[in-house]
C-alpha cells in the first residue's frame, strides 16, 4: 500500500502545491487529480494536513500532488529562518529542515511543516495566487520562505473572482519564479489541464520525462471515457427505445384508469433508465460527489417528456421528415400503415400540420396501447417499443447534453450545473449524415428488432464524433 | 505457455451471467487479475473463464442453474425417446401388411424421405429467418408443440427463467439443434422399425398412385433419389421388373396373377427403403444436427463474449488502472456557522487607534478619506513589518481601535497573534476587526468575506473584539 513516507522516497516527480490560505490550491489539486472528494470551502484551513495525490498506472506512481495547509505564521518563520547563521545558498534548505526539526510538534507551526516538509523532500513548489486580488506585500514574506527551499518552482495565477489584477502579480512573481501561469481550476478544459502538465515537466529536467508519460496516461483516459461514455449511451438508447411495457387488466378491455397507470409506469421506467445512465456517466468522469448536493443534475428541471426537452433537444418537423425519409424510415412506417400497425407517424404529420412544431415533437402521440391476450382469460395491456419518430433525438441530446457537461465540469467545481440558455439542438450536433446513421438504428428498435451488429457500430463512431467534437 | 481451450458450455454461460449479476470486480482488481494471467490476454474467452473460475465463489450459494439444467436435460430425454419411440411406432403402423393388401412404398418414402427433405429445408430457411419470419416457420415443426404443450407442466416457470436469461438468437439456435436432434431420432425409430419388419414379417411391397406415372417414370424417380448409393449398392436400387410386378391398381378386386406369382420378390423392396432412410432422414439429418450444433456453439461463445458487463470486463483487462485520487481520506473540517454576537453594524467618525493589517500608512489615509473616519494614532501592521514594530504599535493603542483589514484575505494565525497583543492591552477597551474590499469595489466587502471574519473573530470569544459590518 502506497504511504506518505514512501511517496517522499521514491523517485518519482512531487508537486507540493503551496500558498496563501483560501487561494484555491485545493480546487488546483482536485482538477489535477480528477479527484472531487477534495474538501474546497471558502473558511481558511479547510486544507488541515498535507494530502498526496499519486497519479498511479498499474500501480505504479508516475507523480504526485500533495494539497497543503495555507501559510498562517509565514514571518515568524522567515523570522526564525533568518535569525540563523548566514548559510551558502546551497545549505538553506538544510536550514529550513532545521526549522522542521525544531518545531515539529509546535502547534503554531503545524500548518507551516505540513506544507514545507514535502519541499524539503524534494517536492517542486506550485505556488497559488489570486489574482482577481490586488497583489500585497505581504505575500514576499511566504515567496521568500520558498525561495529558502531552493526547488524548482512555478506559480499559478487563479482568477477566482471577476476582477483581474495579472498584471500587477505577474511582474511581482516574476521576481521569484521562473514560470507564472494562469490556470482557473472550476474553467479548466482538458488541454489546458495537459498544458499545465507540461509547463509543470519542465521545472526539473528528470521530471520531463514520466510527466510526458503521465500526459499520455491521461490522454488515453480521456479516450477511454469518450469511449466508455459513448457505449453507455448507445446502451440505454437500445434499452430505453426498444422496451415495453405492459399491465395485467382484469376485464375484457382497458379501462380508461388502468391505461393511464400503464402509460405512467412506462414513462417512470425510462425515466428511470435515464437517471440509470446519467449516473453511469459520472461514474466514468469520476464525479461521484454530485449526488451529495442537491439539484445539481444537469437535466433535472426540464424533465425528459416535456415539450422545453423536445423543444430543445428535438428535431425540427422539416428535419425530422428529411431524416426519416433518407434512413427509409416513412417508407417502412408506411408498410406499417398499410398494415394496420402503426399510424403513428400519420398523427405525427397530421399533428404536425395541424398544431404546429409542438404537436410534432410533443408526446401526445407516444403511445400505441395494446391488448394481448393471455392464457386463461387473463388480459395484459402493453406499450413499447417506443414509436414516436423525435423521441430518439430527444433521447440522445439529453445523454449527450449531460455527458458533456460532466465530461468538461471540472472536478473542483461545487456548485450546481444547470441547463444554460445556450441553443442545443442536436440538430446542430448531428449533421444530416450522422442523422441518417442514427435513423436506421431507431428504425429497428421502432419494429422491436435487433439492430445489425454494423449498424450499431456506425451508430456508436456517429455519437463518439459528435461528443468528441463537443468537447 | 500452451493456453487450453475449453469450450464454452450452456452451464459456464449461466454461471458467467450468474456471477456477473453479483459481482463485476472494480477495474484496478480485473486489470491486476488480468497482468497475472498475461498468458491469457489475447484470449478473450479464455481469460473471462479464468475470471469466472477465481470468483466462482462469490456467486449466491443457492444457484438455480444447476436445477434449470437439470430440468432442461430431463426434459430433453424424455422428447429425444419420444421421439426414438414414435418413429419406432410410425414405422410399424407405415408397415403394417395384414396379407391381403401390400404395403404403399410411396407412404412410407412421404415419412422417409419427403417429410424429412422439406423440415429439413424449413429448418435452412428458418436458420436464415428471424422474428416474425422464424416465429411462423417454427409452427411447421412438432417440436414447436410439443414444447408449448409441455411448457403447462410444474417446470414451466423454471424454463422461462432459463429462456430469459438467452438472447433470440441463441434460442433459435437451441431450438433448431434440438429439433434436427429429435427428428434423427424419430427417424432411427423408423429404420428401426423397418428392419424389425423385415426381419419377422413377410411383408409384399407395392407402388400405387391416381397419377398417371408408367413403370418406367416411376424407376427414373426412384434411381434419381437412390443416385447417391446407386453406384457403391445397386442391389439397393429397385430393378424395372421389379416395379412392373409391385404396380398395384385400386380397382383389382384381388392381388393381380403376376404379384401373385412373384410374391417372393416383392420384398425386396426394403434394402431401397432402408437406404433411403438411412440417407436422406438419417445421413442428411444428422449433417444438420452437426451443423446446427456448430452455430449453435458458436452463438453461444458470441452470446457469451456479449453479455452485460463482458465487455466492461475485457476493456478493464486491457485497460491500463490509472487512479489519480489519494489514499488517504480527508478529515473535512466542520464549519462554525457565524451568529450576530460581537458584530456592529455602524462605523463611528473617530477613533481613538486605526490600525492597518497588511496596510501601508498610504492606504490607510485613503480608506479614511474615503469612509471619513479619523485618528491621531494611525499606524501599518503585517506586512513587511517585523514583530517588534507590530509589538509597539499593539502597545501604543489606546480606547477604541480600528483595525483595517483586507476583507478578501482569510484572517491567519498571524493576524489573531497581533489581536490578542491588542486585547492584553489593558488600555485598549475595544477593537473593531472592519473588513474592506478592493479599491475598485469602492472598499465594500462581500457577505462571504464579511462571514468568514466573523466566525474567526467570534472563535476569539472576546467581548473587546468586534467585527464590523456596515
Given amino acids: 500500500m502506497h504511504s506518505s513516507k514512501e511517496s517522499l522516497t521514491n523517485d518519482y516527480p512531487k508537486f507540493a502545491v503551496v500558498g496563501h490560505p483560501n487561494k484555491g490550491k485545493s480546487s488546483i489539486v482536485s482538477s489535477l487529480a480528477l479527484d472531487d472528494s477534495v474538501q474546497i470551502g471558502d473558511t481558511p484551513g479547510t486544507t488541515q494536513v498535507k494530502r498526496g495525490f499519486p497519479l498511479k498506472v498499474d500501480g505504479k506512481i508516475i507523480y504526485e500532488l500533495f494539497d497543503t495547509p495555507g501559510f498562517q505564521r509565514a514571518r515568524r518563520v522567515l523570522s526564525w529562518l533568518n535569525e ?30 505540513e506544507l514545507l516538509e514535502p519541499i524539503v523532500n524534494g517536492a517542486g513548489i506550485i505556488y497559488v495566487v489570486d489574482a482577481s486580488k490586488p497583489y500585497g506585500a505581504e505575500y514576499e514574506v511566504e515567496m521568500e520562505i520558498l525561495r529558502w527551499c531552493g526547488q524548482p518552482s512555478m506559480a499559478i495565477l487563479n482568477l477566482i473572482g471577476k476582477e483581474d489584477y495579472t498584471d500587477q502579480w505577474k511582474s511581482a512573481l516574476g521576481h521569484y519564479f521562473r514560470m507564472v501561469r494562469t490556470f482557473n481550476p472550476i474553467k479548466a478544459t482538458f488541454r489546458e489541464h495537459i498544458e499545465l502538465l507540461d509547463s509543470m515537466s519542465q521545472l526539473k529536467e528528470e521530471w520531463t ?35 415495453v411495457h405492459t399491465y395485467k387488466i382484469k376485464g375484457e378491455s382497458a379501462t380508461e384508469v388502468e391505461e393511464e397507470r400503464l402509460k405512467h409506469g412506462y414513462r417512470e421506467k425510462i425515466i428511470g433508465y435515464e437517471k440509470e445512465q446519467e449516473k453511469n456517466i459520472e461514474i466514468i468522469w469520476n464525479h461521484r460527489s454530485i449526488e451529495k448536493v442537491e439539484n445539481m443534475l444537469v437535466l433535472d428541471n426540464v424533465g425528459l417528456f416535456s415539450k422545453e426537452s423536445a423543444s430543445i433537444f428535438g428535431l425540427s418537423q422539416q428535419q425530422l421528415i428529411i431524416t426519416g425519409a433518407s434512413a427509409g424510415a416513412i417508407g417502412g412506417l408506411g408498410i406499417d400503415i398499410l398494415l394496420g400497425g402503426g399510424s403513428l407517424f400519420l398523427g405525427s404529420l397530421i399533428g404536425g400540420a395541424v398544431g404546429g412544431v409542438g404537436a410534432m415533437m410533443g408526446f401526445d402521440n407516444l403511445y400505441e396501447v395494446k391488448v394481448l391476450g393471455q392464457s386463461i382469460g387473463k388480459r395484459e395491456l402493453s406499450v413499447g417499443p417506443m414509436q414516436n419518430l423525435n423521441f430518439p433525438y430527444i433521447l440522445l441530446g439529453r445523454s449527450l447534453y449531460h455527458a458533456l457537461v460532466i465530461a468538461k465540469r471540472s472536478h473542483a467545481m461545487r456548485g450546481d450545473i444547470n441547463l444554460d440558455n445556450e441553443e442545443f439542438f442536436t440538430e446542430q450536433v448531428m449533421d444530416s449524415e450522422r442523422r441518417k446513421v442514427l435513423e436506421k438504428v431507431h428504425v429497428s428498435l421502432r419494429k422491436g428488432d435487433e439492430p445489425k451488429e454494423e449498424e450499431l457500430k456506425a451508430y456508436k463512431k456517429a455519437l463518439k464524433e459528435s461528443f468528441e467534437g463537443l468537447m | ?62 444457484s438455480d442453474n444447476q436445477n434449470i439444467l437439470n430440468k432442461f436435460s430431463t426434459l430433453g430425454n424424455f422428447i429425444g425417446l419420444f421421439s426414438l419411440i414414435f418413429g419406432f411406432l410410425a414405422g410399424l403402423g407405415l408397415l403394417s401388411y395384414s396379407g391381403h393388401a401390400p404395403v404403399n412404398v410411396i407412404y412410407y418414402l412421404l415419412f422417409a424421405m419427403f417429410i424429412p ?24 415443426f412438432p417440436l414447436h408443440w410439443i414444447e408449448t404443450i409441455l411448457g403447462f407442466f410444474s417446470f414451466k416457470d423454471k424454463i422461462d427463467v432459463a429462456n430469459n436469461l438467452f438472447s433470440t438468437e441463441l434460442k433459435k439456435w437451441m431450438f433448431m439443434s434440438r429439433l434436427q436432434l429429435f427428428s434423427l431420432l424419430f427417424s432411427v425409430g423408423l429404420l428401426f422399425a423397418l428392419l424389425v ?57 384381388n392381388l393381380n396373377s403376376q404379384m401373385i406369382q412373384n ?90 487607534t486605526i490600525v492597518g493589517w497588511n496596510f501601508s500608512e498610504d492606504e490607510i489615509l485613503l ?18 513589518n517585523s514583530f517588534k514594530e507590530d509589538q509597539e504599535v499593539a502597545k501604543g493603542a489606546s480606547k477604541v481601535v480600528i483595525l483595517y483589514v483586507k476583507s478578501w484575505e482569510p484572517p491567519t494565525m498571524d493576524f489573531i497573534d497581533f489581536v490578542e497583543e491588542l486585547l492584553a492591552n489593558a488600555d485598549v477597551h475595544e477593537v473593531q476587526v472592519y473588513p474592506l474590499g478592493t479599491v475598485g469595489r469602492n472598499y465594500e466587502s462581500d457577505e462571504r468575506e464579511i462571514s468568514i471574519w466573523k466566525r474567526k473573530i467570534q472563535g476569539l470569544k472576546s467581548k473587546k473584539v468586534w467585527v464590523i459590518d456596515a
Fill in chain 1, 209 to 243: 520525462k514520466p510527466i510526458k508519460v503521465a500526459i499520455t496516461v491521461l490522454e488515453d483516459l480521456q479516450n477511454q471515457k469518450i469511449e466508455q461514455s459513448v457505449d453507455s449511451m448507445v446502451d440505454n438508447m437500445v434499452k430505453v427505445l426498444s422496451f
Fill in chain 2, 1 to 62: 505457455m500452451q493456453i487450453k481451450n475449453h469450450k464454452i458450455s450452456i452451464e459456464s454461460y449461466l454461471n458467467f451471467s450468474e456471477l456477473l449479476n453479483e459481482y463485476r470486480g472494480t477495474h484496478e482488481e480485473n486489470r491486476l487479475f488480468a497482468l497475472k494471467h498475461e498468458e491469457l490476454f489475447s484470449n478473450s474467452k479464455q481469460i473471462l473463464l479464468a475470471w469466472m473460475n477465481k470468483n466462482d465463489f462469490r456467486k449466491k450459494e443457492n
Fill in chain 1, 84 to 113: 540563523q547563521e548566514p548559510v551558502s545558498a546551497d545549505k538553506k534548505t538544510d536550514v529550513v529542515r532545521a526549522f522542521i526539526a525544531t518545531h515539529r510538534g509546535d502547534e503554531r507551526f503545524i500548518d507551516e511543516i
Fill in chain 2, 197 to 253: 419388419i423385415v426381419v419377422s414379417k413377410d411383408i409384399a411391397f407395392s407402388w400405387s398412385t391416381t397419377l398417371h406415372v408408367t413403370d418406367i417414370g416411376f424407376f427414373k424417380l426412384l434411381a434419381c433419389i437412390g443416385f447417391p448409393w446407386g453406384h457403391t449398392l445397386p442391389s439397393a436400387i429397385p430393378s424395372v421388373e421389379l416395379i412392373e410386378m409391385s404396380h398395384y391398381y385400386r380397382l383389382g378386386e
Fill in chain 2, 367 to 384: 480608506v479614511n478619506d474615503s469612509r471619513d473616519i479619523s485618528s491621531s494614532n494611525i499606524s501599518s501592521v503585517g506586512g513587511n
Fill in chain 2, 117 to 140: 427433405v422439406a423440415s429439413m429445408l424449413i429448418s435452412m430457411v428458418s436458420l436464415l429467418s428471424s422474428g416474425t419470419v422464424f416465429n411462423a416457420l417454427s409452427l411447421f
Fill in chain 2, 263 to 352: 410374391a417372393d420378390k416383392l420384398g425386396a423392396w426394403w434394402k431401397y427403403l432402408a437406404m433411403v432412410t438411412l440417407f436422406y432422414a438419417i445421413f442428411l439429418r444428422f449433417l444438420l444436427w452437426l451443423a446446427t450444433r456448430y452455430g449453435y456453439r458458436e452463438q453461444l461463445e458470441k452470446d457469451f463474449l456479449e453479455l452485460d458487463g463482458v465487455q466492461k470486463l475485457l476493456r478493464e483487462f486491457k485497460t491500463p488502472f490509472v487512479s489519480t485520487e489519494a489514499p488517504k481520506v480527508e478529515k473535512h473540517l466542520k464549519i462554525v456557522e457565524e451568529n450576530d454576537e460581537q458584530v456592529a453594524h455602524v462605523v463611528a467618525r473617530v477613533y481613538d
